[in-house]
């Protein structure tokens, strides 16, 4: 390179002439190089190494948009040399980033868009504690597996017909609808093939299982025959309880079973009318009743035109001879015989639930026979006593009326003599099923006495009682028991 070059002089130095070899190791820096002098045409492909760089010596305005590709990225680079969003989204190839790269926890809901998650990016099986807040409203066409029945529904029944005992629901609360008569029940209580089904519909009856009802069912008394007249029968006597005998010296009968929802009849007999006249007037007693347990009304006595006492529940007693009513088996004894011999004169007793009623004698009625005591209401009370027969004298002696049987039997009349004065006949007791006495021969003639009423006695655990009844009974417990006394006819609803 010749010639001398003059101070302020401008050199000249031709493109290339100046290589490498011909630069002092550190010659050239930053300040002996223009902003954007070293293009990228300028520097041949690895030229430029770590080594020829001094540290910090190319920043970001060293380098053009874009200079730096993968090709000039060393691997391994530290994810700390950069700096929050550097990095947008067209710098990321597709798939490049996996799980593996997303450290725990990186990617919360601040960094996810609105909308970008749709169900495609839903895994299936999420539970639905993942849930919070009110659901938006979901159209019924978008939901699945629900039924459109009543029937469809596990805790409910359609049916034509309403529900049984044996119709055995799952649970307490159990629905039944009658598709026939649009009545409704719910289960209220729910025991196998014993369930209560309870109406809860525009209809009327519960479905409840049946359950025994002790009983004591005693018919009206029979009335007592008029001149020479014997005592009246005491009405049939029927018992289931407690073992407590029946009448006639029967066991004691089963309790009987009520279904829930079904009214059962109650009658009370009448007790019969005393004879009014020669062979008039005279009637036994009426039958009384409880659903299928019927028991027959007291025979009426023998009197003045008769040959006989009347049959019934028990006998009546004859007046002059031996030919007083039987009894029923179970339900109460026959009459006992007259008596007339020599003007002295006694009509038979009329039976009673236990015992055969008394026969006449001279101037002596037979007793009637005794009745039968029962413990139903709590207490001990002796019911179904036959009426006493009457006494006759016509030789102006002593004469002496059959008593009646204990339980409510009426007393035999007797004859008025100058020395004894007559007596008349008694009446049967109301609501006990007593015969009436038999009225005596002369004055007091007319007309024998009328049996008593009978009643009906029911009792059953308190538990069971279904409050419903007609003819108004009196309603007493006794224990765990509920009683219900029918002094007249009406009904209880199991």
């Known amino acids: 390179m010749g010639g001398y070059i003059g101070k302020g002089q401008p050199i000249s130095v031709d ?52 200079a730096v590709d993968n090709s000039h990225l060393a691997s391994g680079i530290d994810a700390a040399k950069l700096t929050t ?41 999420i539970s639905a504690s993942k849930l919070t807040g009110a659901l938006p409203a979901i159209s019924g ?58 109406n809860i519909g525009g209809g009327s009856g519960n479905v409840i299982p049946s359950y025994n009802v002790d009983f004591l069912v005693i018919a009206g008394g029979g009335g007592g025959g008029g001149d020479f007249g014997g005592g009246g029968g005491a009405g049939g006597y029927r018992s289931s309880w407690n073992s407590e005998t029946s009448g006639g010296g029967a066991s004691s009968e089963s309790a009987l079973s009520v279904d829930g929802g079904t009214s059962y009849t109650v009658t009370v007999g009448s007790g019969g009318n005393g004879m009014t006249s020669s062979a008039t007037g005279h009637t036994s007693g009426s039958n009384s009743v409880f659903g299928s347990i019927t ?45 007339a011999q020599s003007a002295l004169y006694g009509g038979g007793g009329g039976g009673g639930a236990s015992a055969v009623g008394g026969n006449g004698g001279g101037s002596v009625g037979g ?66 099923g007593g015969g009436g006495g038999g009225a005596s021969n002369r004055a007091g003639d007319y007309p024998g006495g009328n049996g008593g009423s009978g009643v009906v006695i029911l009792r059953m655990p308190t538990a069971n009682y279904s409050g419903t009844s007609t003819g108004s009974p009196t309603v007493t417990t006794s ?12 009904s209880y609803t199991g």
């Open 295 to 339: 028991s027959l009304g007291g025979g009426y006595g023998d009197g003045a035109g008769l040959t006989t006492a009347a049959n019934g529940g028990s006998g009546g007693g004859d007046n002059t001879g031996s030919s007083p009513g039987t009894g029923t088996s179970g339900q109460g004894y026959a009459g006992g015989n007259g008596y």
């Open 141 to 198: 066409a978008s939901l699945t597996n629900l039924t459109s029945t009543f029937a469809g529904l596990t805790d409910t029944t359609v049916s034509a017909s309403d529900p049984a005992t044996n119709s055995n629901p799952s649970a307490t609360g159990h629905l039944w609808v009658n598709k026939t008569s649009g009545e409704s029940y719910v289960c209220t209580s729910a025991v196998t093939n014993n369930n209560v089904w309870t």
């Open 85 to 125: 969003g550097t990095i947008p989204i067209a710098r990321i190839a597709d798939d490049a980033v996996t799980n593996a790269k997303m450290a725990d926890n990186a990617i919360d809901s601040a960094q996810i868009a609105a909308g970008a998650v749709d169900d495609a990016h839903l895994a299936t099986g």
């Open 479 to 490: 224990g765990s028991d509920t009683i219900l006394t029918f002094n007249s006819s009406g």
């Open 15 to 66: 493109d290339g002439a100046v290589e490498t070899v011909d630069i002092v190791d550190d010659a050239v820096t930053n300040a002996k190089i223009a902003t954007n002098a070293v293009t990228g045409d300028s520097i041949a492909a690895n030229a430029v190494g770590n080594s020829e760089l001094s540290d910090n010596a190319v920043d970001s305005a060293e380098i053009a948009a874009g």
């Open 367 to 432: 007793v009637g026979g005794a009745g039968r005591a029962s413990t139903i209401t709590g207490s001990s009370v002796t019911r179904a006593g036959g009426g006493g027969g009457y006494a006759g004298n016509e030789a102006n002696g002593s004469t002496s009326g059959g008593a009646g049987g204990s339980g409510g039997g009426g007393a035999g009349g007797r004859n008025n003599t100058s020395n004894y004065p007559n007596v008349g006949p008694v009446n049967g007791t109301a609501n006990t």
